[in-house]
Nanobody, 122 residues
């Protein structure tokens, strides 16, 4: 069992940066692959980035490549999403997720946080 709590969202102007954090609890955190997803109003939840259990492999949605960086600190049980050069289209609720498979698929992730809102103004 893993509990996830996101933080770090907020309002930022286009071109700005935010760092999202995801704090995990539970003894098995290190065994999980982690992902960030986002959901904008009226749209389906979409994959943003994933990182494998060791941090040695990462994967990004094309729209965020080169702007977002996912990382993890297993000793602290934390996952991060550094978001630079933010655009209005990045506005969404961002969710941290934990799963047994290194995947872009929503269904591969078993545990989810409550989300943190990111709003990017023009």
């Amino acid at each position: 069992q893993v509990q996830l709590v996101e933080s770090g969202g907020g309002l930022v102007q286009a071109g700005g940066s935010l760092r999202l954090s995801c704090a995990a609890s539970g003894h098995t955190f290190i065994s999980y692959n982690m992902g960030w997803f986002r959901q904008a109003p009226g749209k389906e939840r979409e994959f943003v980035a994933a990182i494998n259990w060791s941090g040695g492999s990462t994967y990004y949605q094309d729209a965020v490549k080169g702007r977002f960086t996912i990382s993890r600190d297993n000793a602290k049980k934390m996952v991060y999403l550094q978001m630079n050069s933010l655009k209005p289209e990045d506005t969404a609720a961002y969710y941290c997720a934990a799963g047994g498979v290194f995947s872009v698929e929503f269904s591969s992730y078993r545990f989810w946080g409550q989300g943190t809102q990111v709003t990017v103004s023009p």
